[in-house]
T-cell receptor, first 117, second 115 residues
């Protein structure tokens, strides 16, 4: 079974500053997918960014970027130029390469990010 | 608009009173899944379905049932709810087409309180 660990329960950042959230995972798979989901106070799950393990290049989406270290099984999320609307819980999630009947997302416990004005 | 809907959004019930949480998607997705979210545990999969009439257990299936009679609907049934099923529930769906289906789309969540 895959495990996903987010070691930072809470983080606080000043508006316009940068914050980095850590995520490590454990797997014996060679190909897989990694995701960061954002959950604002509305509780909606919003996909922030995704990374395919077979791609060397780190994914970026506007102010959000990842540092994917496959050998270290690490997948950190960097939020640049933090905005008040970034205040949310962030979940790291893992999915094996899809085959047969295994499409499950395995989630970490989440990191609550608070952006201060 | 492509979306996953859930009803009800909030529900307070008592122990033992059967309830159903509905989930519907309009994206013609084959795969649908239910998760529960609890503090400190993230989201955990309850049941999933690969297509109509095909369902299977996830990591925490005890106390839940599902059915998939139509492609768009995937209801979650609690036959005899207990307080330990108080949680936030999410339905999700995705395509099974490679390079298009790795992203799962989530419903807005259903907050359930069992007294």
């Amino acid at each position: 079974a895959q495990t996903v660990t987010q070691s930072q329960p809470e983080m606080s950042v000043q508006e316009a500053e940068t914050v980095t959230l850590s995520c490590t995972y454990d797997t014996s798979e060679s190909n897989y997918y990694l995701f960061w989901y954002k959950q604002p106070p509305s509780r909606q799950m919003i996909l922030v960014i995704r990374q395919e393990a077979y791609k060397q290049q780190n994914a970026t989406e506007n102010r959000f970027s990842v540092n994917f270290q496959k050998a270290a099984k690490s997948f950190s999320l960097k939020i640049s130029d933090s905005q008040l609307g970034d205040t949310a819980m962030y979940f790291c999630a893992f999915m094996k390469e899809r085959r047969r009947n295994d499409y499950k997302l395995s989630f970490g416990a989440g990191t609550t990010v608070t952006v201060r004005a | 608009e492509a979306q996953v809907t859930q009803n009800p959004r909030y529900l307070i019930t008592v122990t033992g009173k059967k309830l159903t949480v509905t989930c519907s998607q309009n994206m013609n997705h084959e795969y649908m899944s239910w998760y529960r979210q609890d503090p400190g545990l993230g989201l955990r999969q309850i049941y999933y379905s690969m297509n109509v009439e095909v369902t299977d257990k996830g990591d925490v299936p005890e106390g839940y049932k599902v059915s998939r009679k139509e492609k768009r609907n995937f209801p979650l049934i609690l036959e005899s709810p207990s307080p330990n099923q108080t949680s936030l529930y999410f339905c999700a769906s995705s395509s099974t087409i490679r390079d298009r289906g790795e992203t799962q789309y989530f419903g807005p969540g259903t907050r359930l309180l069992v007294l």
